[in-house]
């Protein structure tokens, strides 16, 4: 069986370091069962994997990076954000009594410098101007290389990206590899209209 001690770890630190970790786990545990959400799905029937017993072995827990955080249980979501590229961390947190996450998978939330939600903002929004027909284009783009993606853009291509985008084919490739960050139109919203009617 596998020793928990490190390689010369003298008895006082081994056993400081445990006593660590098991502060630790107490406020892990303590901050998942104080969360509103944790609440709810341990009272929900729907939900029977959510019981007291599981929470306290499991707990749920904030996965914090310099641009992301990941809610769920510590091993999932480190697991899935290893190969992510959020900047420092990760930092194991305790859950905040008003984080919101899904029951069943892992919960992102993109800090406002978040780079990687940036790219992925300006890339749907690129999707979107281009319009069904062209969209493929912004794919295309993200696995080619710059000279490969430009050599093999046909001129029917290349004239719908300067239309549609106001963009050279170099600089689309540029923006969608994100690259660069450019000012697109904003998405038109339905506004309300004051008719003067009374509640």
Same mark, same amino acid.
């Given at each position: 069986?596998?020793?928990?001690?490190?390689?010369?770890?003298?008895?006082?630190?081994?056993? %400081?370091?445990?006593?660590?970790?098991?502060?630790? %786990?107490?406020?892990?545990?303590?901050?998942?069962?104080?969360?509103?959400?944790?609440?709810?799905?341990?009272?929900?029937? %729907?939900?029977?994997?959510?019981?007291?017993?599981?929470?306290?072995?499991?707990?749920?827990?904030?996965?914090?990076? %310099?641009?992301?955080?990941?809610?769920?249980d510590l091993g999932s979501c480190l697991s899935a954000t290893e190969s992510k590229h959020w900047g420092d961390g990760p930092w194991v947190m305790p859950l905040e009594p008003d984080d919101e996450f899904y029951p069943h998978r892992l919960t992102y939330f993109y800090r406002t410098n978040s780079l990687y939600n940036r790219r992925f903002e300006q890339r749907r929004r690129l999707k979107e101007l281009l319009g069904r027909r062209w969209r493929p284009l912004v794919e295309t783009a993200k696995r080619h290389t710059k000279t490969v993606f430009v050599e093999h853009?046909?001129?029917e291509e290349a004239d719908a990206i300067r239309r549609l985008l106001k963009l050279g084919p170099g600089r689309f490739w540029r923006v969608c590899t994100g690259r660069e960050f450019v000012t697109l139109p904003p998405r038109l919203v339905q506004q309300q209209f004051d008719f003067g009617e009374q509640d």
């Open positions: 069986m596998r020793s928990l001690r490190f390689t010369g770890e003298s008895d006082d630190a081994f056993r %400081a370091r445990a006593e660590r970790a098991v502060r630790i %786990a107490k406020v892990l545990v303590e901050s998942s069962l104080a969360n509103r959400c944790v609440e709810d799905y341990i009272a929900d029937p %729907a939900l029977p994997e959510w019981t007291l017993e599981n929470v306290r072995v499991c707990p749920t827990v904030r996965v914090e990076y %310099a641009q992301a955080i990941a809610i769920g853009l046909t001129q």
